[in-house]
């Protein structure tokens, strides 16, 4: 693999953080309200964080896979790995959008978890995508990985306690 180049290109940086922030950003119009309305009144398991993690955690996610994005972007001349790097990782982005509409926007637990797992799916071939063409992007990936797995056990136990 090749080292990263220095140059840095502000407008498909900014791209790329204005996208998946973005979809942090939309997402939360459906998560926000319900967190004192409806998921406050559910069954958690012990292990659910404090409500205020969430929205700090995410956003940190999102801002590394906003520069995972951009450094395979920097890397698009390999055009046939990019291509398919790039599918792969808006598939995930948007189950990622999905996933909180299911959830908080509509209620449903069981659905969201399916969603969660086709997440976490989309989420490894997204790093495999992105190891073949730049090891430090889908280094970045992996504490979102982290993340959607915690979250969907997370989910999971939820689906439990509230049946």
């Given at each position: 693999?090749?080292?990263?180049?220095?140059?840095?290109?502000?407008?498909?940086?900014?791209?790329?953080?204005?996208?998946?922030?973005?979809?942090?950003?939309?997402?939360?119009?459906?998560?926000?309200?319900?967190?004192?309305?409806w998921?406050?009144?559910?069954?958690?398991?012990v292990?659910?964080?404090?409500?205020?993690?969430?929205?700090?955690?995410?956003?940190?996610l999102?801002?590394?896979?906003?520069?995972?994005?951009?450094?395979?972007?920097?890397?698009?001349?390999?055009?046939?790995?990019?291509?398919?790097?790039?599918?792969?990782?808006?598939?995930?982005?948007?189950?990622?959008?999905?996933?909180?509409?299911?959830?908080?926007?509509?209620?449903?637990?069981?659905?969201?978890?399916?969603?969660?797992?086709?997440?976490?799916?989309?989420?490894?071939?997204?790093?495999?995508?992105?190891?073949?063409?730049?090891?430090?992007?889908a280094?970045?990936?992996?504490?979102?990985?982290?993340?959607?797995?915690?979250?969907?056990?997370?989910?999971?136990?939820?689906?439990?306690?509230?049946?």
């Amino acid at each position: 693999m090749a080292i990263e180049k220095p140059d840095f290109k502000f407008l498909p940086f900014f791209t790329s953080m204005f996208i998946t922030l973005g979809i942090g950003g939309v997402a939360s119009y459906f998560t926000v309200p319900q967190i004192k309305t409806w998921y406050v009144y559910l069954h958690k398991p012990v292990f659910n964080p404090p409500n205020w993690l969430f929205g700090p955690v995410w956003t940190v996610l999102y801002i590394m896979i906003g520069i995972a994005a951009y450094m395979i972007w920097r890397r698009k001349y390999q055009a046939e790995k990019y291509s398919y790097a790039r599918l792969i990782y808006f598939i995930q982005l948007a189950f990622n959008f999905c996933w909180s509409i299911v959830f908080f926007g509509m209620h449903q637990i069981f659905g969201a978890l399916l969603i969660i797992v086709l997440l976490w799916v989309s989420i490894l071939f997204n790093i495999n995508a992105f190891i073949k063409i730049s090891k430090s992007a889908a280094l970045l990936l992996i504490p979102y990985l982290l993340w959607v797995s915690f979250a969907g056990v997370l989910n999971l136990f939820i689906f439990i306690l509230n049946k």
